[in-house]
């Protein structure tokens, strides 16, 4: 399983672009690229997944470079409510869950 | 749908005594896996079930075992508890075919060992 690595915490301000880069320099071929969100208390979040180049949902964007070594979630304007853990794992596309998460990346958002 | 159930929510056990967690996955999952989440050590996979067998585990000593039902739900079970079992417990669901699929978190037993 590639290991993943973030930034342990991440400042900002309320309406700004957050970006987030995760790094797994041992990601394997079938790997895919995931990302949760958790709050206090809480189970983690479905936020996105991806394989290679950008995706984008409703809620955030996942940038993914060609070489697949490292990801960028991007949350566009956020909020206080975003305040949370941000985790990134690399899950392989074979059956079963062996979903590792790293330590995540704590986002303050700050009014 | 409903989402993941987990009971109980809050748990008082002492060192020694065993603990039998469950978890209700979302209608039509079929796959149930287990986290240990603390301060220190974060969120780690205990084991995965899918259709009543163990499709994965992690690493965590035998004290530590589950099991699935028929109708998916999923029990998790610890034995001779320890200080250092005092956790939150995750159990997420997925429909499990292939192991990408999102996974839905429950909102965990907190459980507290003294």
């Known amino acids: 399983l590639a290991k993943t690595t973030q930034p342990i915490s991440m400042d900002s301000y309320e309406g700004q672009e957050v970006n987030i880069t995760c790094s797994h320099n041992n990601i394997a071929t079938n790997d895919y690229i995931t990302w949760y969100q958790q709050f206090p208390s809480q189970g983690p979040r479905f936020i996105i997944q991806?394989?290679?180049t950008k995706v984008t949902n409703e809620v955030a964007s996942l940038f993914i470079p060609a070489d697949r070594k490292s990801s960028t979630l991007s949350l566009p304007r956020v909020s206080l409510s975003d305040t949370a853990v941000y985790y990134c794992l690399v899950a392989e596309n074979t059956g079963g869950f062996k979903t590792i998460f790293g330590a995540g990346t704590r986002l303050f958002v700050k009014a | 749908k409903a989402g993941v159930t987990q009971t109980p929510r809050y748990l008082i056990k002492t060192r020694g005594q065993q603990v039998t967690l469950s978890c209700s996955p979302i209608?039509?999952?079929?796959?149930v896996s287990w986290y240990q989440q603390t301060p220190g050590q974060g969120l780690q996979f205990l084991f995965e079930?899918?259709?009543?067998?163990?499709?994965n585990k992690g690493n965590f000593p035998g004290r530590f075992s589950g099991r699935q039902f028929s109708n998916s739900r999923s029990e998790m079970n610890v034995s001779t508890l320890e200080l250092g079992d005092s956790a939150l417990y995750l159990c997420?669901?997925?429909?499990?075919?292939?192991?990408?699929?999102?996974?839905?978190f429950g909102p965990g037993t907190r459980l507290l060992v003294l």
């Open positions: 079930y899918f259709s009543e067998t163990q499709r």
């Open positions: 991806g394989y290679k």
């Open positions: 209608s039509g999952h079929r796959s």
């Open positions: 997420a669901s997925s429909s499990g075919r292939q192991g990408l699929e999102t996974q839905y």
